[in-house]
């Protein structure tokens, strides 16, 4: 009974259709869900095959053109327009191409200008980017578009002073409805009140009555205005880690740059200006002891200085005037310094004499050194004229650049999380592998810190032996220690100003290392920066894109010791030769400071008198683009005179060598050691080495080599690398066919060339990889070339195919390799990846652009035809290829020539499907780890040729040959097995093989058959399927399979692809399941459901035929989300997901936007919804708290556990429900009824997945065609339909607007990702996933560059968080979260109302519409009760209305719960802030008075429910507003007046006493509000309320049961529980009066035993109630389960409360019922819990542990306190209060309320003379107080509990003297004892009672006396008997008891009271007592020192001892006065003093 009691409707459905639901019954039992969807056998194919996809070319080609209206003809076809070609013009950084010009180039040469100044040729997708691939739905992009949205107005965002809509703003001043301006009491003055309010606007057309047709009309087109058209926008975007369809186009190729940092010279001045100084700037690493820059020169020397050379100078080129330089620092570590050196001219004397005056001279002195400096000055002149083309080394320093970066303080680089979490997709600058740099490294970073200005003071002279770059390595060292050496010498002092910042992003006035102008080069005349080349510390990977060809020679040391004659001051001239006419001397050496910007010749600096000399010198050479055979370089050594000598040349020569620059065709470069000759070389010497010892020549040193020199190239023409060089020279010789030709020592003829380039071919795998990388695009357009034309050697091709394949596998693999860290997330290395985009062309013959092209890129260039160049670069660079036109142009050539080549040519995709087809193992390993390269190289070499050979217009199927369509079919199917197979060896290759595999055929989907590539795709799925039977992992394969399905899903034509507009049809032979299908009949229509509709619902065979990629992706849903489905939370999340992510871009898509193309979208998606309805029992529950479990899963579990309203813990929602409401939120009926089904088993989804899925499933609700919806709603049977609407209220729960105050909140809760953490973590020991795979793809997914800090989990996109993760959101950020998910909530609430509102329309013919409409009514009013915006309301309101209109009898025929919710639900909106709220509530409220009225004259029932609804929502609503309530009230007056309908009928005087009975309780309310900081005064009012409804029973109830939520919140749980016992009182009090059944309480008196307050309930009599009456004693309380479920409560809370032995009594009424019922479950939940009160019992028997209250006594004094004042009461405090405590709460609260000093507190407890006290303030007296039991009461209280239970008296005491002090002497210290009684019990259903009789009694000093000996007594007595003993305890008394006291001990009061007999016969007694006091006191003193010697160890016997003797003191003491005898002992006594405690036994007087 219990189960169908609480599914009232499941139970009606029961009734309805009973018949019906047992068919279903029957048949979901045969096949559970879970089975039955797996082979769905509903239309043939079951989920885990892959049904045979229709040809789509040529479904296409059977449809006309024109089948399709308007805007849909688009979703039909790709566009014609889909794929182009465009010719980007390369971007080149210098305004002039570098380019070498008009020389006869060589091949080698001229194939790397072509290669640096070709075109980009792009073969663009030109609808791609809406893909979502391409453009991503990311947090940035909705909040883009999230631009706009309407605020939404909620109730609990509006605040207290805030009105919406202008009529509401002066109605406070309006209405004299204030609460002040009355006295409240008076019903008279309330209803004036009511008269007197302005009403609210009222709805125009409300009163009219309009067909129903019309009405719904009406409404939906009010729904449809101002909806936002994309849901989806409003939604958190999809989750970023499942994005595996994510790509970017790669960056184009660009020049590698490190961290680019820029310095500026400012100025250099010394103590003395006396001659010029030079500078050189460059940058050196000590830990790779390598220099990393070339130099950069400067001269900061004043004009008047520089004068001083104007006999050597020319006209200084402006290019070497510059000042400032851009270094770039590609590894920045901190061992970077920027060593500064200084030169000046050479002068007679060594460094140290020329150093000298610098070092001595301090400008200060000027005046004083006049003469010295003028005799300097002169010098100087002399040697600059003389010597001025020389220079010397003069001084260095150097600056730590990390110090400079770390000092100026790093700029905050810590983008937010969102910028970085982009980058990994799009921001991936070309970063090279500097990226690799350890973390250690990573600390240095020279590209954000604050530019600085440094002085550098202290420079250090050269040393003349010292001068090489080891030694100045060792210096740099030397200068990071502390005690640096060179810090000890004495410097040279100067001032040189340098600025160091970052470089800006484009320098103006920037040269390129080859001095050529960098773009925005405004100004020619501009001082130029140079930029600096970089030599990077280690490899750089990066391939060459422009054309660069430096040599830099080094001279590092000569030495001459035993060349005979005058050789000391030693130069070495350099010269660049063509030829060996000293004419031939190049201008090729670039210019240093202030000179020509070339030069012929170059000199190192001298070193004075040294034979010997090492150099630093540097000199930069721009090589020739052809170099010869005979080019060389020159070095001629010099003797250079210093002093001026008669006859003595300025320079003497007195060697000579050389170094011949090529060798074997290949540049000499590297470290060379040469002999020196001393004669002039003889001719023809440039083509030998000086190795070679020519006859007739003098040597120096005897031909040993002396002279140490370097050469380093920077070149992108010369590879440097001996297998790279070979390479390229055999191609070059093929390509130019000069045979013979010499190759090292072998000669190559035509014969031999063909074995040498296999082997060549062979060896491009030992190539070294930066070179091979710098040149990659060479080698790879090389190799393809001779895949494609393969060469012609002596008339016979040669085919290279499969060395050349083989050769490129091995290239890209080492690429590959080298930039490892630079991969995307994909693993693809973006320079490969830019190849292919920019740089890969077909080579050969192309066909010239057709005529009329429109052009694409803005630039209108062509080319001369060159002599050799490609025909390739005939496409004119400023046009699109467009595949419109056929007219082809065959270019021009010999004809034999052109036709052995095209017998020769072959088409490069067809090749590489074929060799790979065909590979060996080897190469094949290779080719997958890298597939992806092949696979685009394949796609764009077969776009090129379709587009190239305008074949875009022959249909698709003829476009490729059959064989290569074979190859591709044999090569999907083998990559795809590798996948399978690979996946448990190696995770990560088979991730990238997959997303490989996919997106080459979602590639192939814009190019070839796209019938061909879904078969493919069915192969492949296929596989998979086979493969999963037997996999030990299948999650693993799962996931790889829902990764492949969602990449081809990311397809820019996606729709088109699934055929979106044909209609589906059925298949051809129906197969026998369908026949069945058909003869089931649905609910709603008599006719069979129509298979169409149906089968476009399901997956069925036609809908995954036709919509082939859409019925993948919801298969794998469908799959994922099946209970039994493995590894199923990471599944459940990426099929989610992916499903998530498309609909996303389908509502970003502008192509969609249109409603009609959208509603053809959506029918792709109509399957989500049977999946997530038959998913309900797993998604996770919104609509319950966090603890309980949910509803929906026990409404699927047997019938026994139907009890949930009442098991468990108190339903924290006791309000709501009494409103009757079921739906109380919080507790939730589901509408389904199935039988118990094996569907809830199986893992339940997230939080976040559950939602994502639900606002997956309303975004095809809100954009799916609606009368689609309505047939199918209308085959539903009834379980399904219940499960639909079961589906809708989760929407409803899951998108509830949570309130701003929310966000604020939960600001920084991270909660959700956590969970997701520990679930794959859980997913990853269990083995789903390999955790090692998983965490290494995270970090890869994360860091696109391997960089240790971008490795951080990512913590996404939360249901509760919605953005960012940075704890603290600013406050826009969170307005703006606010914002987006109001309107979320109310779009989400509309769609629900729309569905239902379809759903309504399908029901209204069938049968069972009564059990279906109530379930819609349920979900509309749950609409209605959560929080909503007021834009929601209106219309779901309007709907209500329409409902209730339609079928009046849902509410006022059967059970009235419908009623009673929608009553609270209305009248809670009436009381909104929000004036359309109120409007539309009190207009719907109004409607349903009417119609119950209409239906029998009278409306007691929406009268009795609208009652207690508003009793319930004053108790239980915290910020209800009582003013905007008056006037909705008020407004329903209105409508009653102006309804002319009614007039004659009393409805409207019915209408007005039911207004003014409302407003009487709002008035109460009002009081209520005053007093909702005060809880006693709060729960006094309360139950005020409660006794005034004690004649009418469903409202008493209601306020006991908000009393007990109020005390449950307030945490007296003895309380609550009693009102709880006080309501099933009542309960029981009336069904007794209904039915005598023997298993029910008699009624009050059942109760009696667990409080003696019960009785009260006893009011309900005969003549009271008439059970009968209609509307009365009718909520769901008043029944059996009613009076159950109240009791469970009682005893939950009794439980909370400790109060264990309660319970027992609860249960004692309880148990009969259950047995009555045999309610077996129950019963043992019963006794289960009695068993645990029991145990607790037990344990907690002595009370210590459980306290159970503290009782003060509070008196209020004073005129303020109004009805408090002059009243008592008794209070009950939690446990343990102090008296403070409550003092202090007290004072605070009414200082609060009163002002400051008004309130005092009474500090003691004395009587309170009422005169004494000021009239303006206000007293409280607290005292604690005991409870207090006569002598017979303690017979029965035997337990704590009970001693602490049923209370109704107590006591405290005030200690006296005569003299009025409180304390005196022992002779006159007297004590008042004062008992107080109270109304009631405690405990009480409130927590202060009122005092009602007081009675006092005073004791004198000798009883005082007895008392307090007692109680030592009964102390030592107690703490001896203790058991176990506590040792410490009995030592403290006796200590207290026989210790030696000052005052007031044993011995003081004995002496007092016992040395002398009284004269008062009186006092004999008394005297008496005290003696056999202190006679027992004795005694138990003795007992408690045996016991402590028994206790007591070794170490406290001195102790114990000492206690002894002061025992024996003590009775020795004692022993005299109680041994004296009172004379008249045995006299008889009168009759007054029998009772001592009778007040009238003693006073004052008698004494």
């Given at each position: ?1460 919710d929608l009553c609270l639900r209305l009248l809670r909106h009436c009381g909104s802030r929000i004036s359309t709220i109120r409007t539309h509530a009190s207009a719907s409220l109004y409607l349903l008075m009417r119609q119950n009225f209409e239906i029998g004259h009278n409306f007691a029932r929406v009268k009795m429910q609208v009652t207690m609804s508003l009793s319930s929502l004053v108790g239980t ?159 769901k309380h008043f029944t059996e389960l009613g009076l159950v479920g109240l009791l469970e409560q009682a005893a939950g809370y009794f439980t909370m409360g400790g109060l264990y032995e309660a319970v027992n009594e609860v249960y004692k009424n309880l148990i009969p019922i259950l047995e009555a019922h045999r309610d077996y479950k129950k019963l043992a939940a019963v006794h289960g819990k009695l068993q ?155 927590t202060r009672i009122r005092v009602c009789h007081r009675e006092e009694t005073v004791l004198t000093p000798v009883e005082v006396a007895i008392e307090d000996m007692q109680k030592k007594t009964r102390e030592l007595a107690f703490a001896t008997e203790q058991d176990p003993p506590d040792a410490k305890m009995l030592q403290m008394v006796l200590q207290g008891s026989v210790g030696p006291t000052v ?105």
């Open positions: 009974m219990a189960a169908a009691e609480r599914r009232a409707f499941a139970h009606k459905i029961n009734r309805t259709v009973a018949a019906e639901v047992r068919k279903q019954v029957s048949r979901e039992r045969s096949g559970s869900p879970s089975s039955s969807r797996r082979c769905s056998s509903s239309l043939g194919v079951p989920l885990t095959e892959v049904v045979e996809p229709l040809d789509f070319e040529d479904v296409l080609l059977s449809r006309p053109p024109d089948a399709e209206p308007g805007p849909l003809r688009d979703l039909v076809e790709f566009p014609a327009d889909d794929l182009e070609l465009l010719l980007q013009p390369r971007e080149c950084r210098t305004t002039e191409p570098g380019i070498p010009k008009d020389e006869k180039l060589d091949a080698q040469v001229r194939a790397a200008v072509e290669m640096y100044i070709e075109d980009w040729v792009i073969v663009h997708r030109r609808y791609q980017y809406l893909s979502a691939a391409y453009s991503p739905v990311t947090t940035e992009t909705q909040r883009e578009r999230q631009k706009g949205l309407p605020r939404q107005v909620f109730e609990q965002d509006a605040s207290g002073d805030e009105r919406s809509g202008p009529e509401d703003s002066n109605d406070s001043r309006r209405g004299s409805g204030s609460p002040e301006d009355t006295p409240r009491s008076s019903g008279a003055s309330s209803i004036f009140d009511l008269r007197n309010l302005a009403a609210d606007s009222l709805l125009p057309s409300l009163l009219e009555r309009a067909a129903p047709e019309d009405v719904d009309r009406r409404n939906e087109s009010l729904r449809r205005q101002h909806r936002p058209p994309a849901l989806l926008t409003l939604y958190p975007a999809p989750d970023e880690d499942e994005a595996v369809e994510r790509c970017s186009h790669p960056e184009p190729p660009r020049e590698h740059f490190g961290q680019r940092i820029l310095v500026k010279c400012l100025s250099l001045k010394f103590e003395i200006e006396i001659e010029p100084i030079f500078g050189i700037l460059a940058l050196y690493d000590v830990r790779e002891k390598k220099k990393i820059s070339e130099n950069f020169y400067f001269d900061l020397n004043s004009d008047s200085i520089k004068g001083l050379l104007r006999a050597h100078g020319t006209h200084p080129a402006i290019s070497t005037l510059a000042r400032s330089a851009i270094f770039s620092v590609t590894y920045p570590s901190p061992d970077i310094f920027l060593v500064i050196k200084l030169e000046k001219v050479l002068q007679q004397g060594d460094i140290s004499e020329c150093c000298e005056p610098y070092m001595v001279m301090k400008e200060v002195d000027t005046a004083k050194n006049k003469d010295k400096l003028e005799k300097l000055r002169l010098a100087a002149e002399q040697f600059c004229t003389r010597l001025g083309r020389y220079r010397m080394p003069f001084a260095w320093t150097a600056v730590h650049l990390a110090n400079i970066v770390s000092s100026a303080g790093q700029l905050d680089r810590d983008s937010d999380s969102e910028g970085e979490r982009r980058s990994a997709w799009t921001d991936r600058r070309r970063r090279g592998p500097q990226d690799r740099a350890s973390s250690g490294d990573d600390a240095c970073s020279f590209s954000g810190f604050r530019p600085a200005t440094l002085t550098v003071t202290n420079f250090f002279k050269q040393e003349a032996e010292r001068l090489s770059d080891e030694d100045l390595f060792k210096f740099l060292a030397d200068m990071r220690r502390p005690s640096s050496l060179l810090r000890r010498l004495r410097p040279v002092t100067a001032q040189l100003k340098i600025d160091i910042s970052p470089a800006p992003e484009n320098p103006h006035f920037c040269l390129s290392p080859e001095l050529l102008h960098i773009k925005p080069y405004p100004d020619p005349r501009g001082r130029p920066t140079k930029e600096i080349l970089e030599f990077p510390a280690r490899e750089v990977y990066a391939p060459h894109t422009s054309y660069r060809n430096l040599l830099y020679v080094y001279p590092h040391s000569l030495n001459f010791s035993s060349r005979q004659g005058s050789v000391r001051n030693l130069a070495v001239r350099v010269q660049y030769m063509t030829g060996e006419d000293p004419s031939q001397a190049l201008p090729v050496i670039f210019g240093k400071s202030s000179c020509s910007e070339f030069t012929r010749e170059a000199f190192t600096p001298v070193v004075y008198h040294n034979k010997s000399p090492e150099f630093y010198e540097e000199f930069k050479l721009h090589l020739p683009a052809c170099v010869t055979e005979n080019h060389h370089l020159l070095f001629t050594f010099y003797h250079v005179s210093c002093q001026p000598r008669p006859g003595t040349a300025l320079e003497t020569p007195v060697g000579f060598t050389w170094i011949p620059l090529l060798q074997h065709g290949r540049l000499r470069t590297g470290p060379f050691c040469l002999p020196v000759s001393v004669d002039q070389p003889p001719p023809s010497y440039s083509v030998l080495t000086p190795d070679v010892a020519l006859p007739g020549m003098r040597w120096v040193d005897g031909h040993k080599g002396v002279f140490s020199v370097e050469l380093t190239a920077v070149s992108s023409v010369h590879p440097q690398d001996p297998h790279l060089d070979k390479f390229f020279t055999l191609v070059h010789v093929l390509e130019e066919g000069a045979f013979p030709f010499r190759l090292k020592d072998a000669v190559l003829s035509e014969g031999n060339v063909e074995q040498e380039l296999r082997a060549s071919l062979a060896a491009l795998r030992l190539a070294s990889p930066e070179p091979l990388v710098a040149f990659s695009h060479h080698v790879l357009d090389k190799l393809v070339r001779l895949v494609v034309r393969p060469p012609i050697i002596s008339g016979q091709i040669v085919n290279l195919g499969r060395g050349a394949f083989e050769a490129m596998a091995h290239v890209v693999s080492l690429v590959h390799r080298s930039l490892e860290a630079a991969q995307d997330a994909r693993g693809h290395c973006p320079q490969l990846a830019a190849y292919i985009h920019y740089a890969f062309r077909l080579p050969g013959t192309e066909p010239s652009l057709p005529d009329g092209a429109p052009p694409v890129t803005v630039q209108a260039a062509t080319l001369a035809r060159g002599s050799g160049r490609p025909i390739s670069l005939y496409l004119a660079r400023s046009k699109s290829i467009s595949s419109s036109n056929p007219d082809l142009a065959v270019a021009p050539g010999s004809v034999d020539d052109e036709v052995s080549r095209i017998l020769a040519s072959k088409l490069l995709h067809e090749e590489l499907a074929l060799q790979w087809v065909v590979s060996s193992s080897a190469v094949r390993e290779a080719i997958l780890q890298h597939a992806w390269f092949f696979f685009q190289l394949m796609v764009k070499s077969m776009a090129l040729h379709l587009l190239l050979g305008q074949r875009l217009d022959t249909p698709r199927k003829l476009r490729f040959p059959g064989r290569f369509l074979d190859d591709i079919t044999a090569l999907v199917g083998s990559v795809g097995l590798e996948v399978i197979t690979r996946v448990h060896k190696d995770v990560e290759l088979a991730e990238r093989l997959n997303a490989s595999l996919a997106f080459f055929l979602s590639d192939l989907l814009s190019l070839v058959d796209r019938g061909f590539v879904f078969s493919l795709v069915r192969a492949h799925y296929k596989q998979v399927a086979t493969r999963l039977q037997s996999s030990p992992n299948p999650a693993a394969l799962l996931t790889l399979r829902m990764e492949f399905t969602r990449i081809l899903c990311s397809h820019e034509h996606y729709v088109t692809l699934n055929l979106p507009c044909c209609p589906l049809s059925p298949p051809a032979s129906p197969s026998p399941s369908v026949s069945s299908t058909t003869s089931q009949s649905s609910t709603f229509s008599s006719q069979a459901p129509d298979p169409k509709v149906t089968s476009m619902f399901e997956l069925s065979g036609p809908f995954r035929q036709q919509h082939f990629l859409a019925g993948l992706l919801l298969t794998e849903l469908a799959l994922a989300l099946e209970p039994e489905a493995e590894g199923a939370f990471l599944l459940h999340k990426k099929a989610i997901s992916a499903v998530h992510s498309l609909l996303c871009g389908h509502d970003t898509d502008p192509r969609y936007a249109e409603a009609t193309v959208k509603a053809c979208v959506a029918e792709l998606y109509l399957p989500l919804l049977s999946i997530a309805r038959d998913t309900l029992p797993r998604l996770h529950d919104f609509a319950e708290g966090p603890g309980q479990r949910s509803r929906l899963a026990s409404m699927l579990d047997s019938d026994t556990e139907g009890e949930g309203d009442i098991a468990g813990t108190i339903n924290p929602s006791v309000a709501m429900a009494i409103a009757g409401g079921p739906l109380a939120p919080g507790s939730r009926a589901s509408i389904s009824q199935g039988p118990p089904t094996a569907s809830r088993a199986g893992c339940a989804l997230s939080a976040e997945s559950s939602r994502t899925l639900l606002a997956c499933v309303l975004w095809v609700l809100k954009n799916a065609e609606p009368a689609l919806l309505q047939r199918w709603a209308t085959d539903l049977t009834l379980p399904q339909l219940g499960r639909l609407l079961d589906l809708l209220y989760l929407c409803l729960a899951a998108f509830e607007y949570k309130g701003k105050k929310a966000f604020e909140r939960i600001n920084s809760l991270t909660f959700k990702k956590s969970l997701d953490m520990k679930a794959r973590l859980e997913e990853a020991i269990l083995g789903t996933i390999g955790a090692r795979q998983e965490m290494v793809r995270r970090s890869r997914e994360r860091s696109p560059f391997g960089n240790p800090e971008n490795v951080r989990w990512r913590k996404s996109v939360t249901h509760w968080k919605q953005t960012s993760d940075r704890v603290d959101k600013t406050k826009d950020e969170m307005e703006h979260e606010a914002l987006v998910e109001g309107n979320l909530a109310t779009e989400a609430s509309l769609v629900v109302l729309d569905t239902l509102e379809i759903i309504v329309q399908t029901v209204m013919l069938s049968e069972a519409r009564e059990s279906v409409l109530g379930a819609v009514l349920k979900v509309v009013l749950y609409s209605l009760g959560s929080a909503q915006s007021a834009l929601f309301l209106q219309h779901g309101l309007a709907t209500q209305r329409a409902l209730v209109s339609k079928f009046p009898e849902l509410l006022f025929e059967e059970d009235t719960e419908l009623c009673a609503t915290q910020n209800f507003s009582e003013e905007y309530l008056r006037r909705s009230l008020k407004t329903i007056l209105t409508y009653a007046e102006e309804d002319v309908g009614l007039r004659d009928s009393t409805f409207a005087e019915q209408v007005q006493d039911l207004m003014f009975n409302l407003h009487m309780i709002l008035t109460d309310t009002v009081k209520m509000k005053e007093h909702q900081e005060d809880p006693e005064m709060l729960i006094d009012l309360m139950y005020r309320i409660a006794r005034g409804y004690q004649g009418s029973p469903d409202l008493r109830l209601t306020w006991l049961q908000n009393m007990a939520g109020k005390h449950a919140e307030l945490g007296n749980h003895a309380e609550a529980a009693q009102c709880m016992v006080h309501a099933a009182a009542l309960v029981a009090e009336y069904l007794a009066l209904l039915e005598d059944h023997r298993h029910l309480p008699v009624g009050c008196v059942s109760f009696q035993n667990i409080s003696s307050n019960v009785l009260e309930e006893s009011a309900i009599s005969d003549d009271i109630l008439s059970p009968d009456e209609e509307g009365f004693c009718s909520g645990e009160a029991f145990t607790k019992i037990m344990h907690q028997s002595s009370g210590w542990e459980r306290v159970f209250g503290t009782y003060f006594r509070v008196g209020f004094y004073g005129a303020r306190f109004g009805d408090l004042d002059e009243q008592e009461f008794v209070y009950k405090e939690p446990s343990i209060t102090k008296l403070a405590e409550i003092s202090h709460r007290l004072e605070e609260f009414y200082t609060e309320r009163f002002g400051d000093d008004v309130v005092e507190i009474i500090k003691d407890s004395n009587p309170v003379d009422k005169s004494k006290l000021d009239a303006q303030k206000a007293y409280i007296q607290i005292t604690y107080v005991e409870p207090y039991f006569d002598t017979y009461e303690l017979k029965d209280r035997v337990t704590y509990f009970d001693r602490n239970y049923g209370l109704r008296t107590f006591l405290f005491c005030t200690p006296f003297t005569p003299d009025g002090r409180a304390h005196g002497e022992l002779p006159e210290q007297h004590k008042r004892k004062t008992l107080l009684s109270t109304d009631h019990a405690f405990p009480y259903i409130k005052n007031q001990g044993p011995l003081e009061v004995a002496q007092v009271f016992l040395a002398e007999i009284p004269e008062d016969p009186k006092l004999f007694r008394h005297h008496n007592k005290l003696r056999l006091c202190f006679k027992d006191f004795c005694k138990k003193c003795e007992d408690a020192l045996r016991k402590n010697k028994a206790l007591i160890g070794p170490d406290q016997k001195e102790y114990h001892r000492e206690l002894e003797r002061n025992y024996c003191r003590l009775r020795e003491a004692l022993q005299p006065l109680l041994t004296q005898r009172l004379p008249q002992l045995l006299a008889p006594t009168p009759p007054g003093l029998r009772n001592s405690l009778n007040r009238a036994s003693f006073r004052k007087a008698d004494l």
